[in-house]
């Protein structure tokens, strides 16, 4: 995909997104309910894993049983927070980058994740094919994606205080590069890419503001355990998480290979100090800070 037609979203630099959104507590409820789905849902052991639009790292070490975790994020700023966050070392790599042209070999990856990120693009298809492309057959992918029919969105639309139809199937823009999408598109771009849905989990069911207290934490915790699964086949939760199974079948990338160019999706690209070159469209990509800047724009 070349760069002018690509889709658009929702870019973090300079965002403080994680103190914003989730910090003194905020979101604590929220945040514990996708801790126990990622419990349930990831693998136990993996080798490399890619975290799509990974923030400040929230969630990377919610995946203890990978060896090595690419942390990718178009927000070069997000990244900086997450490599302050989680530190330098062999097991994380820090990438900039844009889901819709992912910097590495095909099926180079064991495990994807992709939190949050979802309603932040304009289209989903691509990015879902672009993801297929990077992973190898039968890798997991953990999929979280806002869901259009949510119960608090069907009650307002049955009692005529939103406008907006929840059953049918468009995305609906509630913000500007916010979409909020309909689990039956969700499912059909993943499975039009390969990916077979293996277990949905209904998540932050009991998202309700005034409910949301210190005092209520642990009770809504426990009933939000059992709704997780026993929810889960409705599909009206705000938040829905999915493990996947990549099914293309198809050969991993060789030891050596890693880095792809995303502008010419070469492989003749090569380290150097404070840069990685492609020697076959000449492009120079940075190296700022130990993190990867493989932004297009
Ligand atoms: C709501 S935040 C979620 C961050 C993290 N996954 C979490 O749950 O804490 C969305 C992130 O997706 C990133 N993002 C949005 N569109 C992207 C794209 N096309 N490619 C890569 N990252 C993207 C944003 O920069 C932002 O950091």
Redesign the pocket.
């Known amino acids: 995909m070349s760069e002018n037609e690509s889709p658009v979203?929702?870019?973090?630099?300079q965002?403080d997104?994680?103190e914003a959104?989730?910090g003194e507590g905020k979101r604590a409820y929220e945040d514990a309910c996708?801790v126990m789905a990622l419990e349930r849902l990831m693998p136990k052991t993996g080798k490399l894993l890619l975290?799509?639009?990974?923030?400040?790292g929230?969630?990377t070490l919610r995946y203890p049983g990978y060896e090595k975790i690419v942390l990718?994020?178009?927000?070069l700023t997000?990244m900086q927070q997450a490599q302050a966050r989680l530190g330098t070392s062999d097991r994380f790599v820090y990438v900039a980058?844009?889901?819709?042209h992912l910097p590495f070999a095909d099926a180079l990856f064991d495990g994807a994740t992709?939190?949050?990120?979802l309603h932040?693009?304009s289209e989903i298809e691509p990015?879902f094919e672009e993801i297929q492309r990077v992973m190898q057959t039968r890798s997991t992918f953990i999929l979280?994606y806002a869901n259009k029919r949510n119960l608090k969105a069907i009650l307002r639309y049955l009692t005529g205080k939103q406008k907006w139809n929840p059953f049918s199937q468009e995305r609906v823009e509630f913000v500007e590069l916010n979409f909020n999408n309909h689990p039956d598109i969700v499912e059909k771009g993943l499975q039009q890419n390969n990916f077979k849905v293996e277990k949905v989990l209904s998540v932050s069911n009991l998202r309700i503001g005034s409910l949301k207290k210190k005092e209520n934490l642990n009770w809504m915790l426990k009933l939000e355990s059992l709704l997780q699964t026993a929810a889960a086949p409705l599909k009206i939760s705000p938040s829905v998480f999915m493990r996947c199974q990549q099914t293309f079948d198809k050969p991993n990338a060789l030891q050596h290979e890693f880095f792809r160019c995303p502008n010419c999706q070469s492989y003749e690209i090569v380290e150097e100090d404070v840069r990685i070159h492609c020697h076959a469209c000449g492009r120079d990509y940075p190296i700022v800070d130990g993190i990867y800047d493989f932004r297009l724009k």
């Open positions: 979203f929702c870019n973090y630099d965002s997104y994680q959104f989730w996708e975290e799509i639009g990974a923030g400040a929230r969630n990718m994020d178009y927000a997000q980058a844009d889901v819709f992709m939190i949050r990120v932040h693009l990015a979280e």
